[in-house]
Nanobody
Framework: VQLQASGGGLVQAGGSLRLSCAAS????????VGWFRQAPGKEREFVSG????????YYADSVKGRFTISRDTAKNTVYLQMSSLKPEDTAVYYC???????????????????WGQGTQVTVSS
């Protein structure tokens, strides 16, 4: 599956952005889709994930209550709605998908075989 991430940009602290991750080549059916981010000089970290079947969602503690992950089955797209953004949310955001991710492994970037290109999110103070 090929992934296309979009929606990044520059926003002031407290603002909102919505990221999109669209699949091509096949549907997300049976996949777990994750959002990760990487700030300069830091390791890539898990942000949020969703199981396409059932729509179960998962969040990093740092974004819980501010970010919402969702899916549109008709558009074969996963969204990450980011609200109450903070300067520390500044990073390149990546979406990833894997057919074999399980609950214990889905927060690890090494679990995912399919990655989209990153999209830059910059939050100014």
């Amino acid at each position: 599956v090929q992934l296309q991430a979009s929606g990044g940009g520059l926003v002031q602290a407290g603002g909102s952005l919505r990221l999109s991750c669209a699949a091509s080549g096949r549907t997300f059916s049976g996949y777990t889709v994750g959002w990760f981010r990487q700030a300069p000089g830091k390791e890539r970290e898990f942000v949020s994930g969703i199981r396409w079947s059932g729509g179960y969602t998962y969040y990093a503690d740092s974004v819980k209550g501010r970010f919402t992950i969702s899916r549109d089955t008709a558009k074969n797209t996963v969204y990450l709605q980011m609200s109450s953004l903070k300067p520390e949310d500044t990073a390149v955001y990546y979406c990833a998908a894997d057919a074999n991710a399980i609950l214990s492994s889905m927060r690890r970037s090494s679990t995912y075989d399919n990655w989209g290109q990153g999209t830059q999110v910059t939050v100014s103070s």
